[in-house]
């Protein structure tokens, strides 16, 4: 379903992205008895993997002598802060539909810049109202039903796989409309064909995983209420569902295991970590627990880094730091 290769869609962006680093915890790595390695998307530009595929999309269209003069998305935050960031670099304007429920951080960011953010009432409105905008001749940037998006977001994972230089038995990668999944298990064919592949989401967010369960994709009416605002997507499409059937397994996050992971990362890594990003941490937890796997090579793509003051108060509500993470017995019921 591609039509480039993620090792070309690298050479394409390299110029323009941040080559993120891997990051391992040692103490973690203590605490787990495994070899845990985290690509480090907070510290990629609008911090989040996002800018990967739509500097992507726009490249490869200036590439084909058909870059617009204008762009149009819809978005909960870190798409909108990626074609935003993506459209000033090009020198054209962009135009983002953000719900009025989006992360107050996020919108002023996308603001910040230079586009032209419009609030609408939720998500279907920003859905139904890029037509409008696509009417008057600009090109629509799909958070994750286009092609280079997700060859663009696929190669946080190839970077990561050509830097760790080790055999990886399994990667974990954060799931909302399925462009990053995506991306990650194209770059991982790729480079790193037996690795396993895993993707999660929230079970308060679960789309993806009861259109896998059902063979058909799944959509809600509305935005789902999760701590990882960054997934709260109504569905999956069907280009991301294609490569989502072929994982290896796909789990579903308990609100309580997200926080957890997401207080134990920002504290073990010292970097601003997502909600959405633990989940991968998350779900890793719980592969390795349920299967009693030991001396494993884990990869954890963490998507990004944007955290509003109110979503920091959210998190930070309970403090789960004096629970060290072990693979044994543990005190909170986190598996």
């Known amino acids: ?13 390299e110029g323009y992205i941040n080559r993120t680093p891997v990051f391992e915890s040692s103490l973690l790595n203590e605490f787990l008895g495994q070899k845990i390695f985290f690509k480090l998307e907070p510290l990629q530009k609008v911090g989040a993997f996002k800018a990967r595929g739509a500097i992507n999309t726009l490249l490869k269209l200036k590439e084909e002598g058909a870059l617009p003069k204008e762009v149009v998305t819809f978005s909960l935050g870190n798409h909108a802060q990626g074609v935003a ?30 586009a032209n953010l419009v609030i609408t009432k939720d998500r279907n409105e920003s859905e139904a109202r890029v037509q409008e905008f696509i009417d008057k001749g600009a090109y629509f940037i799909h958070p994750y039903a286009n092609p280079n998006v997700i060859a663009g977001q696929g190669t946080a994972c190839y970077e990561a796989l050509l830097d760790i230089k080790e055999e990886i038995d399994a990667i974990f990668v954060p799931c909302g409309g399925g462009g990053l999944s995506s991306g990650t298990f194209l770059a991982a064919k790729e480079l790193s064909p037996k690795s396993k592949l895993i993707a999660c ?50 789990l579903e996050l308990t609100e309580e295991e997200i926080i957890y992971w997401t207080q134990w990362l920002t504290h073990l890594l010292k970097v601003n970590i997502e909600p959405s990003s633990a989940m991968a941490m998350a779900a890793a937890y719980k592969w390795l627990k349920g299967n009693k796997l030991k001396n494993q090579n884990i990869l954890i793509i963490v998507s990004g880094g944007n955290i509003s003051c109110e979503k920091h108060k959210e998190i930070w509500a309970c403090d789960y730091l004096n629970y060290p993470p072990s693979l044994g017995n543990h005190t909170l019921n986190l598996s």
């Open 1 to 13: 379903m591609m039509n480039d290769s993620i090792a070309n869609t690298l050479k394409r962006i």
């Open 201 to 250: 989401e929230p079970v308060n967010a679960n789309d993806a995983a009861r259109s896998i369960k059902h063979g058909k994709i799944f959509r809600f009416s509305q935005s789902p209420d999760t701590i990882a605002d960054g997934v709260k997507t109504l569905s999956i499409a069907e280009i991301t569902f294609h490569y989502l059937k072929q994982f290896d397994a796909f």
């Open 85 to 114: 960031w993506a459209a000033k670099t090009m020198g054209i304007k962009a135009t983002i539909l953000m719900d009025q429920n989006s992360s107050s951080l996020k919108q002023q960011a996308t603001k910040s810049y230079g």
